[in-house]
């Protein structure tokens, strides 16, 4: 039995909507705002890169009538160079010179010595700061997404943080001259969890996130040690320290206690709850997250914010609630499930790559079982009859899960196992899948298309194409 007594509420008790919104309908986007209210959360990230300005209005007024702070998020380099006339150059390069995007995107990384790149990255968050509506009243500025940080020779001999960390400078910069009045933070993330050689724009931050990514969601982060996520500390840290903490909770735990060390009352928790390549898939980690909280308090960190979208969300309801009267300050008694304490001595990251593995045994709900095999079986052996089946079943399960985002991790999974391929794709559908991030892919849906309909076509066509290799 796990135990939090009655307590003083964390100041950020939130979620992230994360790159999602436009998979919502309006109705969808209402029906999770509006229960943040009744669970007392109050802060709200929403990424102005992938459907705020289509949702915008709606998400206001939503917000305001359930007294839900917004917290506007902006991945720098897609944004702020969007803004400008943009050039390739500005972007990161591999070991050969080769810049890894050609456009601005989700995954754009910048190169720190390209001058004009700094310049250019200035002007464009400063052209986004004076646009933003007078109901913002805090912006989070984040790193492209993923691993492809600047390769060329003067920025490999650097860390992956201090290559971003100018880019920071800038924006800290642009909010002095153009919002001076906005409350600002930034993010820790994916080999950026050390504190930079030079971190003075992080004085002037009221809050600074931090990215728990790729823990095991039923492992605590302060515990016993723990050789089942000892494979994945290459995607925290890439300094190469042999005296360092062997296991990636016990990494993210000591990088915790360094920067509420170093920024007390600053830091809060981003929590990958709903982690979007699980599609909706419950991963068994109430009593991991309930004990993190407790070592979050004795931190002074300041709250968690945890990754979640309406389509699937009732597969993460019971959890969710428990967490929000932790996060509330009221006593919680849990009892953990019998899977949580399986799942966290096993070597699976994902719940469940054992084909093997007793399901029937612990799920007796037919539809959270159904959508467990069907998720299973995909990932151990894609092929196309199992496609249609798994995408038809989420179409008529739409918002039980996501058939957006199911269709398109099946199919980039299975073109990169080589097990599937989709000829004779139309133009605008192939175009759709050859996006390295489907909110990428998304946010290029014209203003006279609704979002959903438009990729449910897409979704019956993949279908109807794919191919065994």
């Known amino acids: 039995m796990i135990r939090l007594e009655k307590n003083t509420p964390f100041a950020i008790r939130g979620f992230n909507l994360c790159e999602s919104i436009l998979r919502h309908t309006p109705e969808q986007l209402k029906t999770f705002i509006r229960r943040m209210k009744s669970l007392n959360m109050n802060t709200l990230i929403v990424h102005y890169d992938y459907g705020w300005k289509r949702y915008k209005e709606l998400i ?16 720098g380099p897609r944004t702020f160079f969007s803004c400008v006339d943009w050039k390739k150059e500005y972007f990161a390069k591999d070991p050969d010179g080769n810049v890894y995007t050609d456009t601005p995107e989700c995954e754009t990384h910048p190169c720190r010595f390209v001058p004009e790149a700094l310049d250019a990255f200035e002007e464009g968050a400063g052209i986004w700061l004076k646009s933003l509506p007078p109901e913002i009243t805090r912006v989070h500025m984040r790193a492209g997404d993923g691993p492809m940080f600047c390769q060329c020779p003067r920025c490999a001999a650097l860390t992956e943080y201090d290559r971003w960390q100018p880019f920071v400078d800038r924006f800290v ?10 409350e600002y933070e930034t993010d820790i993330y994916y080999k950026r969890y050390r504190i930079p050689s030079e971190p003075a724009a992080l004085d002037g931050m009221k809050y600074i996130m931090y990215d728990t990514f790729y823990r095991k969601p039923s492992v605590p982060l302060y515990g016993p040690p723990d050789d089942v996520t000892a494979a994945y500390l290459p995607y925290a840290d890439s300094t190469g320290c042999t005296t360092c903490e062997k296991d990636i909770s016990a990494f993210h735990d000591a990088r915790l206690v360094e920067w509420t060390r170093a ?16 599609m909706s898939v419950f991963q068994y980690g109430t009593g991991a997250y309930l004990q993190d909280l407790q070592r979050f ?8 914010c945890y990754e979640a979208y309406e389509q699937g969300y009732q597969n993460y309801q019971d959890m969710f609630e428990i967490l929000a009267k932790a996060l509330n300050g009221e006593e919680v008694q849990y009892e953990e499930h019998p899977l949580e304490k399986i799942f966290r001595q096993s070597p699976m990251y994902r719940f469940c790559s054992d084909e093997n593995f007793p399901l029937e045994k612990y799920i007796s709900d037919p539809f959270t079982l159904q959508h467990l095999k069907f998720y299973r079986r995909f990932w151990l052996n894609p092929d196309c009859s199992l496609l249609k089946e798994y995408t038809d079943f989420a179409l008529k399960n739409d918002g039980k899960v996501d058939p957006i985002l199911i269709a398109w991790y099946c199919v980039q999974y299975g073109k990169a196992v080589k097990k599937i391929d989709f ?10 899948i050859s996006r390295r991030k489907l909110w990428d892919a998304m946010e290029e849906i014209p203003d006279s298309e609704d ?8 979704i019956k066509e993949l279908s109807e194409c794919c191919i065994q290799v």
């Open 451 to 458: 979002p959903v309909k438009f990729c449910h076509k897409i």
């Open 60 to 75: 206001l007024t939503e917000c305001k009538a359930a007294g839900v702070n917004i917290s506007l998020m902006t991945f």
């Open 263 to 278: 920024y007390p009352g600053k830091m809060y928790i981003h929590e990958n709850a709903m982690l979007q390549g699980y």
């Open 297 to 304: 308090r004795a931190l002074g960190v300041q709250g968690v």
């Open 173 to 182: 910069k642009a909010i002095t001259q153009y919002r001076p009045d906005l």
């Open 423 to 432: 000829p004779g794709l139309s133009q605008a559908t192939q175009n759709f």
